[in-house]
C-alpha cells in the first residue's frame, strides 16, 4: 500500500487533559510538545502548532545555540536536566545567553 501525504505536520488536533492557554507551549501525553491555538480546558479538542521557535520560562542557567532543552513539568520551566524530563528541543538563542529564572529561552520544539 502506498503511504499518501495527508497533512505538512506543522498543527495537531487534539484531546487536552487539563486546561491550557494560547500560546503557551503544553506537552501531550505522547511527549510532542503543541502551542494551543485558543484557550481550552480539559477534555476540549484544540489545534496546536506542533514547530516553530518559542519562548519558554527557564531554570537560571547559561544556554547556547543548538543546545538540548528539557521540561520540567513540575516547575513548568526549561532546563538542561535530563532525568525525568521530557526532551522539548534545542536552544534557538542567537548567542550563548545567561537567563534568570523565570526569563524565557527560545526553544525551537520537537527537534
Not at 487539563?18 to 481550552?40: I, Q
Not at 537560571?60 to 516547575?75: E, K, M
Not at 532546563?79 to 537567563?99: D, I, K, L, P
Request: glycine fraction near 10%; aromatic fraction near 6%.
Amino acid at each position: 500500500m502506498a503511504s499518501l501525504k495527508i497533512q505538512d505536520g506543522e498543527a495537531i488536533t487534539f484531546i487536552t487533559s487539563e486546561d491550557v492557554t494560547a500560546g503557551v507551549v503544553t506537552l501531550l501525553s505522547g511527549g510532542l510538545f503543541v502551542s494551543p491555538h485558543r484557550d481550552a480546558v480539559a477534555g476540549d479538542e484544540v489545534v496546536g502548532e506542533a514547530v516553530g521557535v518559542y519562548a519558554v520560562p527557564s531554570d537560571a542557567l547559561t544556554w547556547t545555540p543548538g543546545q538540548a532543552v528539557y521540561f520540567n513539568a513540575s516547575t513548568k520551566r526549561a532546563t538542561q536536566t535530563a532525568g525525568s524530563n521530557t526532551r522539548m528541543g534545542v536552544c534557538w538563542n542567537g548567542e550563548s545567553t545567561v537567563v534568570a529564572a523565570g526569563d524565557p529561552v527560545l526553544v525551537k520544539i520537537n527537534v
